[in-house]
């Protein structure tokens, strides 16, 4: 969070065909509102863009994924984007997902998200 406020850059991850709905964009237009950042978007394989976020190399990752991913030992998970029922852990949702350890800027897509 830190970085991403210091340089006014969110190093976005979006996985390859995923694209935000409603309640996303406005999760983003939030967060990027309270960093005072503007957004830096790359795009790719869910399992590229997720490595990148675990490296610090990229600050925040979008895209549809199931809680039970792999991943979720790796990377923090925000809640599901716009949806009103709870999905399966193994049904791919929309959501952010940020670098373990970050529990400040998790709480500030969170909030962001509400």
Do not use: H
Request: charged content about 30%; hydrophobic content about 40%.
């Amino acid at each position: 969070m830190d970085r991403v406020e210091q340089s006014g850059t969110l190093r976005l991850g979006v996985i390859e065909g995923a694209e935000m709905n409603e309640a996303s964009r406005r999760t983003l237009a939030r967060v990027l509102d309270r960093t005072g950042s503007r957004p830096e978007i790359q795009r790719g394989d869910s399992e590229v863009v997720l490595a990148l976020l675990k490296k610090g190399e990229i600050d925040l990752v979008y895209g549809e994924i199931a809680m039970d991913s792999p991943w979720s030992r790796e990377v923090a998970f925000s809640a599901p984007q716009g949806l009103l029922a709870k999905a399966p852990k193994s049904e791919p949702v929309p959501r952010f997902a940020v670098m373990n350890g970050e529990n400040g800027w998790l709480m500030l897509v969170s909030e962001a998200s509400k």
